[in-house]
């Protein structure tokens, strides 16, 4: 997905001009991958640019950080104003994506990272759709991988860690080169984790089912949290459950989540057809109310906005 750049990028309080918004090439995270990071969206709305749950967005991007111990030398509220200055004087009205990144900077090398400087910095740039208009509209072809999602022991899944995503690409690779669009990682147990960048879910029954994040060793998603606030709404029971791979293959209708993401459709999982091969009705009813919460036309999300002008 290219990036389309924009006039500046926060970094360490400042705007800097984009081309210049550079680091050494011996900065700490570049090497050990030891840096914590967030993905945001913003959307237009009838009260202009809103970004979506931003304030939850930053708490977990500090919530990483304090799994990492990395001291990051900004609070929420700072970090939150900066987000919304970065999208305000960037000309970003039609919506964007925001990517916050906390990394260990230049000046320290070996693997003890405590001596090493906290920096911080927001990109934010106009981002289509992650996993293709098609893909949104008709559904995504899923694979299996054949690599394993970490063990909770070995990396904290619980924080989103620049290094973790390793597993996420080789993920994604070898289901782009076999032919599919995404892959799903299952847990060192077995268990259905979520996939490379979005968390799973599966319609079964009239009742929406994904695994439970943190005994899956998936990420805690605030899309995930959303659609569970949405389907219930609708009328449709959540609960977060165990799934094999089978349960897959056998859903009525499947779905994945995630901010770059949204609300995707599965129409097959490792070349079996999931329902009848067509978006199912909760699947549709849930996209279709994420779509309008997240534009500001409903009511009853408008908490979930935080307004940039
Ligand atoms: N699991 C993983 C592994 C993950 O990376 C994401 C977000 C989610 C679940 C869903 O979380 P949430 O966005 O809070 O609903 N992935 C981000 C990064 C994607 C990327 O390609 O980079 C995102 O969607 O912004």
New binding site residues.
Partial sequence: MPITPTDTIWMDGELVPWDQARIHVLTHTLHYGTGVFE?IRAYPTGRGVAVFRLTDHIDRLLTSAKILLLDVPYTSEELVAATKELVRSNDLAQGCYIRPLVYLGYGEMGLNPLPCTVNVSIAAWPWGTYLGDEGVANGIRLKVSSWRRHDPNAVPTAA?GTGMYMN?SLAKVEAIKAGYDEAVLLAPDGHVA?C????IFIVRRGRIVTPPTSDAG??A????DSVQTIARDLGVEVVYEPLVRTDLYTADEAFL?????EVVPIREVDDRTVGDGRPGPVTTQVQQTYFGAVRGEIDRYKDWLEHAE
């Fill in positions: 993905g989103k996420s979520e490379t960048g979005e968390n998936a990420l998603g605030i899309t995930q989540t995630g901010t770059a993401a």
